[in-house]
């Protein structure tokens, strides 16, 4: 790995949330793009994880070169990364964490800290209570206050999680706080930053250790932030950006106007189609999604979703063939290679179904029976159903789904996670019609 050229950077970009996922999809592009860079002009990542120093361990001891491996049916392919120079861990390292964000060669700060790291209430409004230190909104806040006191431009700030209109999620939640912490700051940054929303896609399953056992094999020596992925990748982005940016585009990336049809389309087909399969696959007693994505009585179901039910709510760009879209999707679902586990995608289910099934079922015209069956098999997971073999829940709002089943009827538990004033619900609640039908496929457990 020491035979990658790094650069010295001129330009930055902090990244809040350095799991496998950035790694295998922004660094890679990043990294991509340096390799065929025209201008001179390096660019480099530093990487922030929130609480945990594991990959900080991992990556900093290798001077932030990491592999990643694209998994298919043909065998593997090994890429050496070398666009992450350093990674902190916020928790730790407070002060650095705001030196990066203040330093004047950082032009961009990118996210994956997960649909549950942006301290949303059930409406979508900020939750103070989650928004405490230790989330990305005081260290956000701290950075940029200096940028302002040391007259340094404004940022482009770039979500890339799974959220619908990531980018302006991410916008009203900042100024929320802001407004709230320093009204000087949240003027300034309104006036000098943007925050361009995006669509990210990449399957990246947690690296295991027979990966990072293959990895060594294939490079001869050990990779502890290996990370492993399929060779699809696609990253859509607005076209909004406060200043410089590395040339993604010369490597994949697409730079639109507008982001919603392709974001949209991501969010309800193919993690649409990814929750169905966990919780239904959880259910039938498989681990990976290219098990259950075979088995011929959930196959069809996660076609139905996708064909009949998502598809229909969506408005395609010029060239968008969401037929198309959904037959790539089963394609890569049923990548043996991959070893995606259902579990992985079963977790904070409650941070991921709005957007995922609720908002198709709020917009379409027809029945959804594909998504009320897959609402189904969720409510009887965070009932425990699957706790015995898979293990406890895991989701921020495990407790409180819990409690909302505890002596109760599926007709009473319904109202309280999926109703108006529900657990998870806000905006989204079912129309009583698809409560009625909900109600008879939790009872039935059946597809
Ligand atoms: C998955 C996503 O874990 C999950 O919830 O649906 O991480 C999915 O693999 C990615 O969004 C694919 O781009």
């Given at each position: 790995?020491?035979?990658?050229?790094?650069?010295?950077?001129?330009?930055?970009?902090?990244?809040?949330?350095?799991?496998?996922?950035?790694?295998?999809?922004?660094?890679?592009?990043?990294?991509?793009?340096?390799?065929?860079?025209?201008?001179?002009?390096?660019?480099?990542?530093?990487?922030?994880?929130?609480?945990?120093?594991?990959?900080?361990?991992?990556?900093?001891?290798?001077?932030?070169?990491?592999?990643?491996?694209?998994?298919?049916?043909?065998?593997?392919?090994?890429?050496?990364?070398?666009?992450?120079?350093?990674?902190?861990?916020?928790?730790?390292?407070?002060?650095?964490?705001?030196?990066?964000?203040?330093?004047?060669?950082?032009?961009?700060?990118?996210?994956?800290?997960?649909?549950?790291?942006?301290?949303?209430?059930?409406?979508?409004?900020?939750?103070?209570?989650?928004?405490?230190?230790?989330?990305?909104?005081?260290?956000?806040?701290?950075?940029?206050?200096?940028?302002?006191?040391?007259?340094?431009?404004?940022?482009?700030?770039?979500?890339?999680?799974?959220?619908?209109?990531?980018?302006?999620?991410?916008?009203?939640?900042?100024?929320?706080?802001?407004?709230?912490?320093?009204?000087?700051?949240?003027?300034?940054?309104?006036?000098?930053?943007?925050?361009?929303?995006?669509?990210?896609?990449?399957?990246?399953?947690?690296?295991?250790?027979?990966?990072?056992?293959?990895?060594?094999?294939?490079?001869?020596?050990?990779?502890?932030?290996?990370?492993?992925?399929?060779?699809?990748?696609?990253?859509?982005?607005?076209?909004?950006?406060?200043?410089?940016?590395?040339?993604?585009?010369?490597?994949?990336?697409?730079?639109?106007?507008?982001?919603?049809?392709?974001?949209?389309?991501?969010?309800?087909?193919?993690?649409?189609?990814?929750s169905a399969?966990a919780y239904l696959g959880l259910e039938q007693?498989?681990?990976?999604?290219?098990?259950?994505?075979?088995?011929?009585?959930?196959?069809?179901?996660?076609?139905?979703?996708?064909?009949?039910?998502?598809?229909?709510?969506?408005?395609?760009?010029?060239?968008?063939?969401?037929?198309?879209?959904?037959?790539?999707?089963?394609?890569?679902?049923?990548?043996?290679?991959?070893?995606?586990?259902?579990?992985?995608?079963a977790?904070?289910g409650?941070?991921?179904i709005?957007?995922?099934?609720?908002?198709?079922?709020?917009?379409?015209?027809?029945?959804?029976?594909?998504?009320l069956t897959a609402l189904a098999a969720w409510l009887r997971h965070v009932r425990g159903d699957n706790t015995a073999i898979w293990?406890?829940v895991?989701d921020?709002?495990a407790?409180?789904l819990a409690?909302a089943w505890?002596?109760r009827?599926s007709?009473?538990a319904v109202?309280?996670i999926l109703?108006?004033?529900?657990?998870?619900?806000?905006?989204?609640?079912?129309?009583?019609?698809?409560?009625?039908?909900l109600l008879a496929l939790i009872d039935a457990k059946r597809m």
């Amino acid at each position: 790995m020491g035979a990658k050229n790094v650069q010295t950077a001129r330009f930055g970009i902090v990244h809040f949330g350095i799991g496998a996922f950035h790694r295998a999809h922004q660094a890679w592009y990043t990294d991509k793009a340096q390799d065929q860079k025209q201008d001179g002009a390096g660019w480099s990542i530093v990487g922030i994880s929130l609480r945990s120093a594991t990959v900080a361990q991992q990556l900093n001891p290798q001077d932030g070169l990491y592999t990643v491996t694209e998994c298919s049916p043909g065998g593997r392919a090994v890429r050496v990364i070398g666009s992450v120079r350093q990674v902190l861990t916020a928790s730790e390292q407070p002060e650095a964490v705001a030196a990066a964000i203040a330093a004047p060669e950082t032009h961009i700060i990118t996210f994956t800290v997960t649909e549950k790291g942006y301290c949303r209430t059930a409406e979508g409004s900020l939750d103070p209570e989650l928004a405490q230190e230790g989330s990305i909104y005081p260290f956000l806040g701290r950075g940029l206050r200096r940028r302002l006191d040391a007259g340094l431009p404004g940022l482009t700030l770039l979500s890339c999680d799974n959220l619908a209109h990531n980018g302006r999620q991410l916008e009203n939640l900042l100024t929320a706080y802001l407004r709230k912490q320093d009204p000087e700051l949240a003027e300034w940054t309104a006036r000098t930053c943007t925050f361009p929303c995006s669509m990210v896609d990449r399957i990246v399953p947690a690296t295991t250790i027979a990966d990072l056992d293959a990895v060594a094999a294939a490079i001869d020596m050990e990779d502890r932030g290996a990370v492993v992925t399929e060779p699809f990748s696609q990253w859509v982005i607005e076209d909004r950006f406060a200043g410089q940016r590395p040339a993604w585009e010369r490597v994949g990336a697409e730079l639109v106007a507008d982001v919603t049809p392709y974001e949209t389309a991501k969010l309800r087909l193919l993690n649409g189609a990814h929750s169905a399969l966990a919780y239904l696959g959880l259910e039938q007693g498989h681990t990976f999604v290219h098990e259950a994505v075979a088995d011929p009585a959930i196959r069809p179901v996660i076609e139905q979703l996708m064909r009949d039910e998502a598809a229909p709510t969506i408005p395609a760009a010029p060239g968008q063939d969401l037929g198309a879209y959904a037959d790539a999707l089963l394609h890569r679902f049923a990548n043996p290679a991959l070893n995606h586990r259902l579990i992985q995608i079963a977790m904070d289910g409650s941070q991921k179904i709005t957007q995922r099934w609720l908002e198709t079922l709020l917009e379409s015209r027809n029945r959804c029976p594909a998504i009320l069956t897959a609402l189904a098999a969720w409510l009887r997971h965070v009932r425990g159903d699957n706790t015995a073999i898979w293990g406890a829940v895991d989701d921020p709002m495990a407790e409180a789904l819990a409690l909302a089943w505890k002596g109760r009827t599926s007709a009473e538990a319904v109202h309280a996670i999926l109703g108006h004033d529900g657990v998870i619900c806000g905006e989204s609640a079912l129309r009583s019609s698809d409560a009625k039908e909900l109600l008879a496929l939790i009872d039935a457990k059946r597809m």
